[in-house]
């Protein structure tokens, strides 16, 4: 088996391990989370136009609604970038603060950085993002370890600049079997 395609089964079943880590121990914490994510207080929520226009409720084109920005006469939490929009500072509209959930958690309209946070895949190693309260990282490790099996070992590195995010990298100990051959956790493909 070629490297490239080793790594990316191993990037494959590390994005199916942390998917599976945040259904298992960090949406059922959502409901009784002190500080919600979706109240966007220390988080940055990325969405593109038909995201914004659907959440934000707007109904003017987008060249007019990005000159009403510019112009400082827009949502004050949100700022266009890159083609891009990014929203701060005040809860997402989706989000349900009576009954603390999310309204489109499970529909395709829901921002990507939803579902990726806080516990993600990138470039061959998980990310966790610890501003998330329900986010344990010798938990995150076992499950990782798990999936990957007992040739991988797993090496926490936090970011010098952004000491939250915790980067687990896994590291080849054995070269005996490939990824592809070990046993899954519970519910992945």
């Not at 990316?8 to 994510?37: D, M, S």
């Not at 007019?64 to 890159?82: H, M, N, Q, T, Y």
């Not at 344990?136 to 076992?142: E, G, N, Q, S």
């Not at 990298?169 to 079997?177: C, I, L």
Request: hydrophobic content about 40%; some cysteine; glycine content about 4%.
């Amino acid at each position: 088996m070629s490297n490239r395609h080793s790594r990316r089964l191993l990037a494959e079943g590390l994005t199916v391990a942390a998917a599976n880590y945040q259904v298992a121990f960090v949406i059922p914490h959502c409901a009784e989370c002190a500080k919600p994510c979706c109240r966007l207080d220390p988080l940055v929520l990325e969405l593109d136009w038909k995201q914004l226009k659907a959440l934000w409720q707007i109904e003017e084109s987008r060249s007019v609604f990005d000159r009403r920005l510019s112009s400082g006469k827009g949502p004050e939490e949100i700022r266009a970038g890159d083609g891009l929009y990014y929203a701060h500072r005040k809860a997402c509209p989706a989000y349900d603060a009576a009954h603390r959930v999310c309204r489109i958690y499970e529909r395709e309209l829901k921002p990507a950085g939803c579902t990726d946070f806080p516990v993600y895949q990138d470039r061959g190693s998980v990310v966790a993002d610890l501003r998330c309260e329900a986010v344990d990282l010798k938990v995150l490790a076992t499950w990782i370890a798990r999936a990957v099996g007992q040739e991988f070992r797993i090496v926490q590195s936090a970011d010098a600049e952004f000491p939250f995010l915790v980067t687990l990298s896994v590291r080849r100990v054995a070269s005996t079997a490939t990824f592809s051959n070990q046993p899954r956790m519970p519910g992945s493909a």
